[in-house]
C-alpha cells in the first residue's frame, strides 16, 4: 500500500470532508496511511469506529493509522488510549494542509504528538477547503458547519464547533463550476443547515441563499437541500419551495419526537403542531413534495403514550423516508443523567417506528405506478426522481442524464421503470 486508504463512518458531511481529506493528502505526499473518519451520534457509532479501527490494522499492520471526526473530536483519549492507533486529529486540524504535511513524516511522531485537538468551540470559521466534485451525477456542498443550539441528547456541537456560514458568493462560485464539470444536481449540506447566514453580514437566511444560487447559476438542473429544521424554515426558503421547480420537492426534517413533553425535555425548538402545521403548509405549496425524518425512540423519560405520539406523527406529517434512531446515551450530554428507558423498550419502540415508515414507503411507491417521472440516471441502471426516490430500470439508460420514465411497479424499497 502506498496511497493513503480512507474509511468513513456517518453523516453525508463525513463522506465530504473525507474528499477534501483525500486532496489534502495527495498535495501533502502522504503515502502509507490509514485514516478513519468517525461519528459521535451514538455511542454504537463509537464502538463500531474502534471495532473498524482493529479491523484496519490487521489490514494494514506497517501503516501509520490516523483517527479524526466528531468521535475523535469529543472522546481524543478513547483512540489515543488503543494500541492500534498512531495519531489522533481533531475536525479543525483534518482540514488544514499543515496537518497532512506534518503526516507526511510520520517518523517524526512522538508519543507527545499523538493527539492534534484543539476547542473546537472556539473556531469561528468554515474550513476553507472546497471540493469539486464529490459524487458521481450528483455534487454536495457544504454551505455551514456546527451548530449553536444544545439539544439535550446531542454530542455533535462538541465534535463540530458552533455554527459557521461559507458566504454565498463563495458557494455560487462552487456551484458554478461543479456545473461547468456537467454536474446535473447539487445539493446543500451542512449540520445545522437552516442556520446559514446568521454569522454573516446582514444575517441572510437559507432561502436568500438558495434563490440565489438558482437565479446566478441558471444552468444548474437540480437544486437539493438536505436536512432541515422545519421551525426555522424562513419566508424566502418557503417562496421557493412554492415557486422554483428546480427546487427538488424533498425535504428531510430534524424532528426527533412527536411528543411535547419530549420535545421540551430535548430542548427542541418546535411542538408537536408546528412539526404538522410545517408539512401542511408545505405541502400546500407544492403538493408533490415529501418527507423524510429523523426520529429517536426511547428518549429519557418517554413512556408508551409519549412514544406513541411520536408514532402517530409519522401520519400526521406524512413522512415517507424515516431514519430511526434508538436512544443511546452520550457521555457528556444532559439527557445522559435523565432517568433511561429500559433497552428493550428501546428496541421495541425503534421496531415499531421502523414499521410505520416502511408501510408508509410502500403507500408513496404504490401511489406512483403508471406516473411518468424526471429521473436522473445514477448508473444504467439506477437513478432517482425528484422526490428522491430510488428507480430501477429494467433496461440500460444513458448515465448521468435526466431521463423521463414510466413508472411500472415497485419492489417494496424502490420503483421500477
Known sequence: MTAPVFTTLGCRLNAYETEAMKELAA????????????CAVTAEAVRKAKQEIRRLRRANPDA?????????????ETFAAMPEVTKVIGNTEKMQAETWATLRAPDLIGETERVQVDDILSVKETAGHLIDGF??????????NGCDHRCTFCIIPYGRGNSRSVPAGVVVDQIK????????????????????GADLPGEPRLGDLVMRILRLVPDLARLRISSIDSIEADEALMGAIATEPRLMPHLHLSLQAGDDMILKRMKRRHLRDDAIRFCVEARRLR??????????AGFPTETEAMFENSLKLVEDCGLTFLHVFPYSARKGTPAARMPQVNGAAIRDRASRLRAAGEARLVRHLAEQVGQSHRILTEGPRIG???QFTEVAFATDQPEGQIITARITGHDGQRLTA
Open 287 to 296: 403538493p408533490d413534495i415529501i418527507f423524510g425524518a429523523d426520529i429517536i
Open 177 to 196: 463550476r461543479l456545473v461547468d464539470k456537467g454536474f446535473l444536481e447539487v445539493v446543500l449540506t451542512g449540520v445545522d443547515l437552516t442556520s446559514w
Open 384 to 386: 432517482r426522481t425528484e
Open 135 to 144: 459524487g458521481r451525477h450528483r455534487a454536495y456542498v457544504q454551505v455551514q
Open 27 to 38: 498535495a501533502a505526499g502522504v503515502e502509507r496511511a490509514v485514516v478513519v473518519n468517525t
Open 64 to 76: 501509520t493509522l490516523i483517527v479524526t471526526g466528531c468521535a475523535a473530536q469529543t472522546e481524543p
